[in-house]
C-alpha cells in the first residue's frame, strides 16, 4: 500500500488481538510500530520479535502520564507520529450492576484514554503529510445487547466522537476513521477448551453471512488501508468489516418463510 512505508504508528492494546495483528502487518508493510499496553510481557516479546521498527511501551490509557510519556517515547524513538491505531479497550461489563466506579474505569480506557493520546500526538500528527486515526467500535453499539451496558454505550460514543475529530482535523490534514470488525478469532479461540471452540463456531456461522469468524489479518488489512494514501479522502467514516453481520437481518440466513407459503406469495393474483 501506498503511503505507509517509513511512517510511525502507536498501536494501543498492541499486547493483545487486533493490536498484534496491526502491528505484523504494519511492519511488514515497512511502519515503525510502537505498541502500548499494560500487559508487558506478550508486548515485550512481539517487539523483539518483530526487530529494530517495533519497540513496547508500558502505557495505560488511564493515567495522563503514561500517555505524555508514551507520546515522548515514540517521537524520541522514532522521530514523529504518523499513524495513531486506537484498539486498546475493557470488555468489563457487570450491565445493570455496574457501579459508578466501573463505568469510569472503563471509560477511562475505552474512550477518554485515546481522547488524551489525540490531544497529545496531535501535534506530531500535524506535521505529518498522510496522518491517520484509526478507531475501534461495534456493531453492539447499535442494537440492545443483553447484559451488557457499559461496552457497546463506550463504543457508541467512539463512533461519535470520531466524527467530531475528523470535523476538527480535517483542516490539519488529519484523518480520523473507525473501524467495525465482526467477530474476530484470536489466538486464545485456539487454546480454549472444545466447548468454548464449538461455541464460537457456531456464533460465527449464525451472526455472519460469510458463516464464519473474521481474521486478524481481515482488519489489519483495513487498517493499514485507512492509514494509506489510497484513503486520501476518507474521513470520519465507520468502515465494517464483520462479514455481513451488520447488513443481516433478525431472521440471519435463514428463510423463514414456510415454503408452501413463500409458493403461494410468489404467484400473482389472478393467475393459477
Ligand atoms: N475481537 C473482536 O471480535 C472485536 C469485535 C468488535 C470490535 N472490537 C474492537 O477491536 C478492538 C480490539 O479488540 P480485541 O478483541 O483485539 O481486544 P483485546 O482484549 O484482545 O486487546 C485489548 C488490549 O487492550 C489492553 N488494555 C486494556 N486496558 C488498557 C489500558 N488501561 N491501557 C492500555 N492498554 C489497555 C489489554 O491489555 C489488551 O492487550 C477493541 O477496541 C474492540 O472494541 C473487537
Wanted: glycine share 10%; net charge negative.
Amino acid at each position: 500500500m501506498e503511503g505507509v512505508a517509513g511512517k510511525v504508528a502507536i498501536v494501543t492494546g498492541g499486547s493483545s488481538g487486533i493490536g498484534v495483528g496491526v502491528a505484523r502487518k504494519f511492519v511488514r508493510a515497512g511502519v515503525k510500530v510502537v505498541l502500548a499496553d499494560i500487559v508487558d510481557e506478550p508486548g515485550e516479546r512481539l517487539a523483539s520479535e518483530l526487530g529494530e521498527n517495533c519497540r513496547y511501551v508500558h502505557a495505560d490509557l488511564r493515567s495522563n502520564e503514561d500517555v505524555e510519556q508514551l507520546v515522548a517515547a515514540t517521537v524520541r524513538e522514532f522521530g514523529g507520529i504518523d499513524f495513531l491505531i486506537n484498539s486498546a479497550c475493557t470488555y468489563a461489563d457487570r450491565g445493570e450492576a455496574a457501579t459508578r466506579e466501573e463505568w469510569l474505569d472503563a471509560y477511562n480506557v475505552n474512550v477518554f484514554g485515546h481522547v488524551v493520546l489525540l490531544q497529545l500526538a496531535r501535534p506530531h500528527l500535524a506535521r505529518s503529510e498522510n496522518a491517520s486515526v484509526v478507531n475501534f467500535t461495534t456493531e453492539a453499539a447499535h442494537a440492545g445487547l443483553a447484559g451488557r451496558w457499559v461496552y457497546p454505550s463506550s463504543k457508541a460514543a467512539i463512533e461519535q466522537l470520531t466524527k467530531s475529530q475528523a470535523l476538527d482535523l480535517a483542516n490539519e490534514g488529519i484523518r480520523v476513521n473507525s473501524v467495525l470488525p465482526g467477530w474476530i478469532r484470536k489466538p486464545m479461540h485456539d487454546t480454549a477448551p472444545a466447548e468454548v471452540k464449538q461455541e464460537y463456531a457456531k456464533w460465527g456461522d449464525k451472526l455472519h453471512m460469510l458463516g464464519r469468524l473474521g481474521t486478524l489479518d481481515e482488519v489489519a488489512d483495513t487498517v493499514l488501508f485507512l492509514c494509506s494514501s489510497h484513503a486520501s479522502f476518507t474521513t470520519g467514516s465507520c468502515m465494517v468489516v464483520d462479514g455481513g453481520h451488520s447488513a443481516m437481518g433478525p431472521q440471519g440466513r435463514e428463510k423463514v418463510l414456510p415454503t408452501a407459503l413463500r409458493k403461494a406469495a410468489s404467484v400473482p393474483p389472478g393467475t393459477k
